[in-house]
């Protein structure tokens, strides 16, 4: 099983940067793929970004070119740098963490830290 505990959420006005870090810990097989999603109440959970183990990175539409993920395999961290916030991420941010094994997709979730920006 894998533990993750996120941090750096918070208030932020509009044009704003915030930096969320997640931080994975138990049993870390090596190809894995480390990710964020967000929720607001009543929608579904999306993603919002993930980033492999080879380096390869996926982006929700919405966010592309104002949020960066990146990882730090050594540390088994994930982060997640937003720039140009928009009163529209307003959203709890999920960290997720992902790997196969014997052809089973695996899946853990943080706890989820809060995000609000304000207009």
């Known amino acids: 099983q894998v533990q993750l505990v996120e941090s750096g959420g918070g208030l932020v006005q509009a044009g704003g940067s915030l930096r969320l870090s997640c931080v994975a810990s138990?049993?870390?097989?090596?190809?894995?793929?480390m990710g964020w999603y967000r929720q607001v109440p009543g929608k579904q959970r999306e993603l919002v970004a993930a980033v492999t183990s080879g380096g390869s990175t996926n982006y929700a539409d919405t966010v592309k070119g104002r949020f960066t993920i990146s990882r730090d395999s050594a540390k088994n961290t994930v982060y997640l740098q937003m720039n140009s916030l928009k009163p529209e991420d307003t959203a709890v941010y999920y960290c997720?963490?992902?790997?196969?094994?014997?052809?089973?997709?695996?899946?853990?979730w943080g706890q989820g830290t809060p995000v609000t920006v304000s207009s």
């Open positions: 997720n963490f992902k790997w196969v094994r014997i052809a089973t997709v695996y899946d853990s």
């Open positions: 138990g049993t870390i097989f090596r190809t894995n793929t």
